[in-house]
């Protein structure tokens, strides 16, 4: 264990010299690398938002989060049509339908609209597509796509995200765990990314957004983004065992931060201009949880390390 | 040495280099290619016994035969393709000219010549000349999905053959470009995935998910069954097609009945089995003429009873080959009713060549996606694809400052994107709208790795100033690559289970993104530290 040194003295007179340049950036150094255990308390309260979040959808829709038909079964309908009115259409189809629960979105490509979706569940895909012609018109073969989810694979399709969830937790572990040789290292580092996960889960209820199963395919890629920074984190300040562990841990973050702003810009543009459903909840979901791993990241998983490194340095001096 | 020839002697760039083109050559990209090529020649028909043949759906977009001229008539799209159809009569003789490339290189021309007798008789569907050789998902370029599911769990034995015969079910139905798969999700259930590419065609889920057991029984007695009991089924309009006697008749209700008949031969034993059972029934007269056997042929398909003939009297013990196959179809009109029941006889056609399917199947998924929103969503793709990139150039400037750090980056980016498409043409892997999610992803990723070795290279102090803790270029890019490493193989294991969850249904994001990773590493990462190494290198000097 000897291995680790942060050079306390050091730091402290490095701080000093910061705090009285007194430039509000420099304050804010400061204050996060005396008092980042108060940062913690952020991350804590987000959890915490997040548990509330995913209890009350639970309560509500007896599921801890809202599932679209891709991965509850029902019929997704999508037309090109240059008709907008879909209050009009939709409390038509309510009527018609009563039994079955029906959600009508507009396709738009920027502020243009091209078409109308429509996701309904107990209904024959044919008797909507009748109903849709009544109210809009005749609408040729070539201009509408029906896609249609038998419930018991969108059922199983929904479990085998939590399979999917977990085995990527489990890969991902051991590969930490084979880099860094150190227990503590690894659960912090997995830790920042399912709570990165779990608070963007957090989020989505709360805007009562749609799991669709293209989102579990973003949910997986955000364990890989946030491991991205958790190991060039855990590279900078365990691996190469710096003398300065707080500068190494500034120049980890200007190049996570940088890596967290160009991720975040593809998705967003991405997000902004995708005219497709999947794509734009992928996009969303990335989005998210980009904005939530720069704290999981800089504010968790760094605070983890830190004591860590604190503990390891005590047991080294009498 | 200058920094020029650096950059054209490091064997990392050269390797970079000839990747890019070979991937480039598997694109193969052609803005001008012309034409519209085949996609399916239906059996049987005019163009078929003109000599024309389907695709294999094994060939490269870019190999396929293209028709280029009717009739003398340039054809350079489907427009052009559509309005010189739409003008053929019947009875007339088409001339149809195609070209075909082989190699990428060659090009192999061929002219048909084909007798139109009727002219919805030509049997051939075309799309636009593919321009280069990406494989587009059914979300992009239109098409229809079904996922089904056996009853039991097949052997790979019995997989084969649930395979071959809904291959060739789709064939004689008249379809093509069909792809077949067995998928699996975690929980090890099993899944046969069928996709269609280029049309919405809903009325094959049926003749898909039928199991398509044809029985004909007299009395409780199995005379003959579909598949290995029949030799041959005619499909031709000389004997087979709505029924001449009855037709088409209005019902009490006001819809429309139609019958269908057509001839089947069967095997000798067949009909060996069939004298041997009406051997022993009785003559009944109904009125005049000829009399009837007192028990009737019932055809039964999958269990339920499609029809039920009465047998001639002189068929009695008599081992005939020959028989005729009726059913009956309606609508609510009387050209519904004739298309339903054509329909339908279509289907029994086929599943009395085929035989039936090892195991009963249950559809629970169709897809039946549109042209022209596939279209419309991969013009908005592009366009995402381009602006991301944009906009990871501009963060990237912002951060670095230096045309000369940038440049290296976007550069990198640009080749990256072309490498997962081309990689993705190579090994024939479809870009669905999941795969676009994985390009854009694999942007982002990529460029993480190039932000990790640029500051790696860039912050590591002056030589003279810290020789202690001074690294030299390739120590920091040893450096640099432990965090890339380490950041692909936790990307890898994220992706994994996908390959294996949910039928397969994200398998598209999933490759896209370990293939783009997968090339990041071994290909581009190290080609970009070198470039970048020489290009900094005068900086410290």
């Excluded at chain 1, 209890?55 to 989060?65: A, L, M, P, W």
Aim: aromatic share 8%; glycine share 8%.
């Amino acid at each position: 264990m000897s291995k680790l040194n942060s050079h306390g003295h050091e730091k402290r007179e490095q701080h000093k010299e910061s705090s009285k340049s007194g430039s509000f950036l420099s304050r804010l150094k400061d204050f996060y690398i005396k008092d980042y255990k108060k940062l913690f308390l952020i991350i804590i309260g987000l959890t915490l938002l997040s548990i509330v979040s995913i209890i009350y959808t639970y309560s509500q829709v007896g599921d801890f989060t809202r599932r679209d038909v891709s991965l509850k079964g029902g019929v997704s309908l999508t037309i090109t049509t240059p008709y907008s009115d879909i209050n009009t259409l939709e409390s038509f189809l309510i009527e018609k339908f009563p039994e079955s629960s029906i959600i009508l979105r507009t396709l738009s490509s920027g502020s243009q609209v091209k078409g109308i979706i429509i996701e309904a569940s107990d209904v024959q895909d044919k008797e909507l597509m009748d109903a849709v012609q009544e109210k809009i018109g005749k609408i040729d073969k070539e201009n509408y796509s029906v896609e249609i989810m038998g419930s018991s694979l969108g059922e199983s399709f929904f479990k085998e995200m939590f399979i999917a969830l977990a085995l990527a937790f489990l890969f991902m572990g051991l590969v930490f765990h084979f880099y860094f040789r150190n227990f503590y290292v690894t659960f912090a580092a997995l830790l920042s990314a399912f709570l990165d996960i779990f608070i963007t889960l957090g989020v989505m209820n709360f805007f009562g957004i749609r799991l669709s199963a293209g989102g579990i395919a973003a949910y997986l890629m955000l364990i890989g983004y946030s491991v991205d920074t958790s190991i060039l984190l855990s590279t900078k300040l365990i691996k190469e065992k710096k003398d300065d562990s707080d500068k190494a841990l500034f120049g980890a973050m200007k190049t996570g931060l940088t890596m967290s702003a160009a991720g975040l810009a593809a998705t967003t543009i991405s997000f902004f201009l995708a005219n497709n459903i999947i794509l734009k909840q992928i996009m969303l979901i990335l989005i998210v949880g980009l904005l939530i791993d720069i704290l999981t990241t800089w504010i968790g998983n760094v605070t983890l390390l830190k004591v860590y490194l604190e503990k390891s340095n005590k047991k080294n001096r009498p | 040495m200058s920094k020029l020839n650096k950059l054209l002697t490091n064997t990392r760039i050269w390797i970079y280099i000839i990747f890019f083109v070979l991937t480039m050559l598997a694109i193969n990209p052609n803005p001008f290619n012309k034409g519209v090529a085949i996609r399916t020649v239906t059996l049987n028909n005019s163009a078929y016994l003109a000599g024309m043949q389907s695709p294999s759906p094994s060939d490269a977009p870019m190999n396929r035969e293209r028709i280029i001229e009717i009739n003398g008539q340039s054809v350079a799209n489907m427009d052009d393709y559509e309005t010189i159809i739409s003008g053929l009569l019947d009875n007339s003789s088409l001339f149809i000219k195609t070209e075909k490339s082989k190699l990428g290189l060659i090009t192999e021309s061929k002219t048909y010549t084909i007798l139109l007798s009727s002219k919805d008789n030509l049997g051939l569907k075309v799309y636009d000349a593919p321009k280069s050789n990406i494989l587009l998902g059914l979300d992009l370029q239109g098409g229809t999905r079904v996922v089904l599911q056996p009853e039991t769990k097949l052997a790979p034995e019995d997989v084969d053959i649930l395979v071959k015969n809904m291959q060739e079910r789709l064939n004689i139905f008249g379809l093509s470009d069909t792809v077949i798969r067995v998928a699996n999700d975690l929980a090890n259930n099993q899944f046969i995935v069928v996709e269609i590419a280029g049309a919405n065609e809903e009325e094959v889920k049926e003749l898909l998910s039928k199991q398509g057991k044809f029985v004909a029984k007299i009395g409780n007695e199995s005379v003959f069954v579909g598949g290995k009991d029949i030799t041959y089924v005619c499909r031709t309009a000389q004997c087979s097609g709505l029924d001449p006697q009855y037709g088409c008749q209005q019902t009490s209700d006001g819809s429309y009945a139609c019958r269908f008949m057509f001839s089947i031969t069967l095997t000798t034993g067949a009909s060996e089995k069939q004298a041997e059972v009406t051997r022993g029934l009785d003559v009944v007269y109904e009125g005049m003429g000829e009399g009837y056997l007192s028990q009737s042929l019932d055809l039964y398909l999958d269990d339920s009873l499609v029809d039920s003939l009465r047998i001639g009297s002189s068929l009695r013990g008599n081992p005939v080959t020959d028989i005729s196959i009726s059913g009956s179809g309606a609508g609510r009109s009387r050209q519904e009713a004739a298309t339903a029941t054509l329909e339908s006889m279509k289907k029994l056609q086929t599943v009395l060549i085929t035989g039936s399917l090892p195991v009963k199947l249950t559809i629970i998924k169709t897809d039946a996606l549109s042209p022209s929103l596939g279209k419309e969503f991969l013009r908005n793709a592009i366009l995402i694809a381009l602006l991301s990139e944009i906009a990871v150039t501009a963060i990237v400037i912002l951060r670095y400052k230096k045309i000369k750090v940038a440049m290296p980056i976007i550069t990198v980016i640009t080749s990256e994107i072309l490498l997962i498409l081309g990689i993705s043409a190579l090994f024939k892997q479809n870009i669905d709208i999941a795969g676009i999610a994985g390009i854009v992803v694999a942007i982002g990723t990529g460029v993480d790795d190039q932000i990790v070795i640029t500051d790696e290279l860039l912050h590591h102090g002056k030589k003279e100033k810290d020789e202690e803790s001074y690294l030299t270029y390739s120590q920091r890019t040893k450096k640099a690559f432990f965090i890339v490493m380490a950041a692909f193989f936790a990307t890898v294991a994220s992706m994994i289970p996908l390959l294996f969850a949910g039928a397969g249904l994200l398998k598209g994001f999933a490759i896209t993104t370990i293939i783009g990773v997968t090339n990041g590493v071994l290909i581009t990462r190290p080609a970009f530290a070198q470039m970048m190494e020489i290009l900094l290198e005068d900086d410290e000097e």
